[in-house]
């Protein structure tokens, strides 16, 4: 599945992977990534985003004022994508 991504999605995904679990990533990357993937997004109550793939549901809050998502938001779209069948 991965092969079929852009560089750049390929790249957040490694990321997303990494260990030590980074902390940083872009929330509007991680979004595109999940939609290159074929996840359905919808926006939930306030700052919350609902995200299903494969079957597999997560909510997730948009980060702010930052644009980047914290070492817990990382490990629970690793989580997510584990859950769904996706690894780099």
Known sequence: MSSDLSSRHRGTLEALFAEPTRAGIAWDDVVALLRALGAEHAQGRGSRERFTLNGVRMVLHRPHPRKEL??????????FLSHAGIEP
């Open 70 to 79: 914290g070492r817990a938001a990382v490990r629970d779209v690793r989580d």
